[in-house]
């Protein structure tokens, strides 16, 4: 369409009113009503479409909601079942720590009381041996003085007596003395 100088359009203004007689031949019409079809249909088929899709993806969003929450609920449940057994576990290890403590100061104590008696049965056969060894010593030297006293005192009755009699007499007093001392 071209544009004309504005003198020209006021004289054809008549001419423009039998143009715009005929509704039916004015393009904007046809474009009006070619928009209002559009808005139409879009309206009356594309519209519910385009809503049951929507609604198609929010019951699809609700349902992931609700799963998550669902997932979120266990894993809560499993973390509370988690913490509650971390919990009797730790309990347990220090009872477990606790009963080793006991266990070992009894070990402790039992090992002291096991040395303590050793030691005394130790010193007490050391004591003993000490004893018998003191008791042979003594019975070693009174054996040795009993047979030097006696040879001493045969010699010197022997040298005072000639005596076959008095050497049977002598003899008998010796073996003796002998049986007394040991």
Aim: proline share 2%; hydrophobic share 45%.
């Amino acid at each position: 369409m071209k544009k004309e100088p504005l003198s020209t359009a006021i004289d054809s203004a008549p001419a423009a009113a039998d143009h715009s007689a005929s509704w039916l031949q004015n393009e904007y019409t046809w474009i009006g009503l070619a928009f209002a079809i559009t808005v139409f249909l879009f309206i009356r088929y594309l519209v519910p479409t385009i809503n049951k899709a929507l609604d198609a993806r929010a019951e699809k969003i609700r349902d992931q909601l609700e799963q998550a929450n669902r997932l979120r609920a266990e894993a809560q449940e499993l973390l509370a079942t988690y913490k509650a057994e971390q919990e009797s576990m730790l309990k347990q290890a220090e009872e477990i720590v606790a009963t080793a403590k006991r266990d070992a100061a009894a070990m402790r104590s039992q090992a002291a009381a096991e040395l303590k008696s050793a030691l005394e049965r130790r010193t007490s056969q050391a004591h003993e041996k000490i004893a018998r060894a003191e008791a042979e010593a003594v019975a070693s030297i009174r054996t040795r003085i009993v047979e030097s006293a006696t040879e001493s005192a045969r010699m010197m009755l022997a040298e005072q007596s000639s005596g076959a009699a008095e050497d049977h007499a002598i003899a008998r007093a010796i073996s003796a003395i002998e049986a007394q001392i040991h």
